[in-house]
């Protein structure tokens, strides 16, 4: 890629200076979603299309377009975490959201579904697969009883694989498992893209994207070509199947690690919804000794392991395994754990 950088394919240009509507761009993007479509197994009745403005774009995206599938506006959302608690606030602004199941105190769990109320007549139900801050994640994919279902997957997209004819939309930022900021992908059903609302802007209008092939207005153009090489890896080692074992492997050894601590190390997250992406754990005692933390991540700096810091609005540690991280860089983590515990305990 450093290489093309200056010279793609021969070409004397750069991705960065081809016009997109170029024969070469115009491959980078064909390529780019056949890839996708390869790797998912998306049903031809699927678009697969490339939105700026990321994941959070999206969180208004989806109401605008979706919100008025249905007469009454509203939306049922599963709010378990930063990301489903900000697209729910976005979602206020367009239509009803009704967060259908008891409030959470705090992020540690998934509501058992026997709890949900899922509201007749709502146009969507939205949840989102991975909260990046909490490190809590879906391992089964929400009953919605005919209802639209929509998912925020930016933060484990690609990491396993995923039977998308059960959703009526997938969205995902690039900038986690996928490549670069600047794009974020929405794969979504033909028949759900013509009920935007008047006031939807035109370049988050999916039916306008759809018809205009992703190209209504200048795409992230580079951001996609790197998505692009990213996929081609992605197959290139095995696919989604092959993400999805290594992704196991990896963050087993580190939930090992916590489960066989002592407490020394704690993640607050339930069992059954830990993040193979997002480990977040505290040091030293349950609500953190953020000196013993600070030591921790000084000492992870010095072997070359950086942003283990968790989420300013939690604090610890929190440990991204995305598709880059290999499983040697995985186990150089664990390692590190198990000489700090041996050290401090
Ligand atoms: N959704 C999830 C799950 C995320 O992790 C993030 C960012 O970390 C976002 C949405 C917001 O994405 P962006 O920063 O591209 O707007």
Redesign the pocket.
């Known amino acids: 890629a450093q290489k093309e950088l200056l010279d793609y394919n021969g070409s004397g240009v750069s991705v960065l200076e081809m016009s997109h509507r170029s024969s070469d761009f115009t491959k980078i993007m064909n390529t780019t979603e056949n890839l996708l479509r390869e790797l998912l197994s998306i049903p031809d009745n699927y678009k697969v299309m490339f939105f700026q403005g990321?994941?959070?774009?999206q969180f208004s995206a989806v109401p605008l377009n979706l919100i008025g599938l249905k007469e009454d506006r509203c939306a049922d959302y599963l709010v378990t975490g930063t990301?489903s608690s900000n697209a729910a606030k976005e979602a206020e602004k367009y239509g009803k959201v009704n967060v259908v199941h008891p409030k959470l105190d705090t992020y540690t769990k998934i509501p058992d579904p026997s709890s949900w109320s899922l509201t007749p007549g709502s146009s969507y139900v939205y949840y989102?697969c991975?909260e990046?801050v909490h490190g809590v994640e879906y391992n089964f994919i929400p009953e919605t009883h005919g209802a639209v279902l929509v998912s925020?997957m930016?933060?484990n997209f690609l990491s396993r694989p995923v039977d998308v004819s059960k959703f009526g939309l997938i969205f995902a930022?690039a900038?986690?498992n996928v490549g670069c900021?600047g794009v974020a992908v929405v794969i979504v059903r033909e028949d759900l893209i013509d009920h935007a609302l008047t006031e939807c802007p035109i370049v988050l209008n999916y039916q306008v994207q759809a018809q205009n092939n992703s190209l209504y207005n200048t795409p992230a153009c580079f951001s996609i070509y790197i998505m692009s090489l990213v996929l081609e890896w992605i197959k290139n080692n095995g696919g989604v199947d092959a993400m999805e074992t290594l992704n196991k492997k990896k963050s087993s050894m580190i939930y090992d690690i916590i489960n066989s601590s002592n407490h020394f190390y704690t993640c607050p997250v339930d069992v059954a919804c830990r993040s193979r992406m997002n480990v977040p754990f505290r040091v030293g005692k349950k609500q953190g000794d953020e000196t013993l933390e600070k030591e921790f991540l000084d000492g992870a700096s010095k072997l070359g392991m950086i942003s283990l810091k968790g989420h300013r609005s939690v604090g610890g540690i929190r440990a991204s395994l995305y598709n880059a991280v290999t499983v040697e860089d995985a186990q150089a983590l664990a390692n590190y754990m198990k000489e700090f515990l041996k050290e401090h305990q």
């Open positions: 990321g994941g959070t774009g990301w989102c991975n990046t925020d930016s933060s930022g900038q986690k900021a």
